[in-house]
């Protein structure tokens, strides 16, 4: 156990820096659940793993967000959500079956929501299904945003372009029209999308521990890259688009640089776009901030250029609580989470975001009279 888990260790100095980003140090005020604690437990872990019980190291494996703001933050390079990765990959008990299931059969879980009652193996502990099950309710309901933009000139920054476009679980399986969307833009930025067939990004599986499965997506991800002459690829979701950047199965330094230059969000790709303001435009917009999207948030900014004024709300240090597979190991821990992250789009009528999971989980936790969608949903 103690080699995976060392390799994430480094020095602390103590600065404090991790505890003031900590969305679940915040919205519980509970020390013993910030980065610092769960870092320090995992050095002594490293060091003499006896001195924890195998309930101790499950629990403290369930108890992280995974929303990596820690990370960002850390001048030492701790990287806690890693630990906790590695916690989980090398605990056997962690590695729950039914959360392998819900990760990797994405098409079975995610399409038709309500047959997913039907996988959950009685074994397992119902009352902390309740929370994923509304989650998958409500990524498929309803019939998205009704769409208030429309692209009136494009630039030619894509023309003629050979791209691919990397869509995520979400898109393929449950919700088609941010596909259709991504493609509509990119046929009108002119360029041309290459088949390819991309699996998962893999990022899920790496936060749960998962680290064989989640590494044969990377190298099959990389695959389809390299098969199709390396270009551009364009990706819609911050979850997925910080995964793939996270991707160190490489064949040289040289080869991983020009991956990570490859990444194009297409809310990059979409900027210069002439659009159109139809009536409709709800009157009090908000935007939830994804952790992973990192403090230069391309969405963030593209949907500010567009909408001005319009957007009177906007999440910054707020996590949507969403926690992976802390949403089944502790769920009522994320829901102060939750909650602080909706007191600041308190006032908005329709929520946008540009990352799968942040979706599912405020489409399932938002106020009755506020909806919740995909900025590729307000584009016509
Ligand atoms: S990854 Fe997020 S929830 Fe986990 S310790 Fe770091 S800041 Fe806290
Ligand atoms: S930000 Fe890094 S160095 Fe500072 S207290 Fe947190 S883990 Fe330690």
């Not at 916690?87 to 059969?105: D, G, I, Q, V």
């Not at 690829?233 to 040289?254: N, P």
């Not at 992250?341 to 308190?346: G, H, N, S, Y």
Request: charged residues 20%; neutral net charge.
């Amino acid at each position: 156990m103690s080699d995976s888990i060392t390799q994430h260790v480094s020095h602390c100095i103590l600065c404090g820096k991790c505890l003031q980003v900590c969305p679940l140090l915040r919205a519980t005020g509970r020390e013993e659940l910030g980065p610092r604690s769960k870092s320090d437990l995992c050095r002594v872990l490293a060091e003499d793993p006896a001195k924890l019980s195998e309930t101790d190291a499950a629990r403290l494996a369930g108890l992280c967000l995974g929303c990596g703001r820690c990370r960002e933050v850390c001048s030492q390079g701790q990287d806690v959500p890693g630990l906790v990765a590695a916690l989980r990959a090398a605990h056997p008990n962690f590695k729950s079956w039914l959360w392998k299931t819900w990760l990797t059969r994405a098409r079975q879980l995610w399409s038709p929501s309500a047959k997913a009652a039907g996988l959950v193996p009685e074994r397992f502990r119902t009352e902390r299904l309740g929370p994923m099950l509304k989650m998958l309710a409500g990524m498929t309901g309803g019939p998205g945003l009704d769409p208030f933009l429309t692209p009136k000139t494009f630039p030619d920054t894509l023309r003629g372009e050979k791209l691919l476009l990397f869509a995520g679980c979400t898109a393929n399986y449950v919700q088609g029209r941010w596909l259709m969307a991504a493609l509509r833009l990119l046929d009108g930025l002119g360029a041309e999308v290459l088949p390819g067939d991309f699996a998962c990004c893999g990022s899920g599986l790496k936060g749960a521990g998962f680290t064989d499965e989640s590494t044969a997506m990377a190298e099959r991800n990389v695959a389809v890259w390299r098969k199709a002459g390396r270009p551009r690829i364009t990706v819609f979701c911050a979850s997925c688009l910080a995964g793939l950047r996270a991707y160190d199965c490489f064949a040289s330094e040289a080869e991983a640089a020009q991956w990570a230059d490859s990444l194009l969000p297409l809310s990059v790709a979409v900027r210069g776009i002439e659009f159109v303001i139809a009536d409709n435009v709800p009157e009090r917009l908000g935007y939830h901030h994804p952790c992973h999207a990192g403090a230069d948030d391309p969405d963030r900014a593209f949907l500010r250029e567009v909408l001005g004024d319009r957007l009177i709300r906007a999440t910054d240090a707020q996590c949507c609580g969403f926690g992976g597979v802390m949403r089944l190991a502790a769920p009522g821990l994320t829901e102060p989470v939750n909650r602080q992250c909706w007191d600041a789009l308190e006032g908005a009528d329709v929520v946008l975001s540009g990352c799968s999971a942040c979706l599912a989980q405020l489409s399932a936790t938002a106020p009755e009279d506020v909806e919740v969608g995909h900025w590729l949903e307000i584009i016509r």
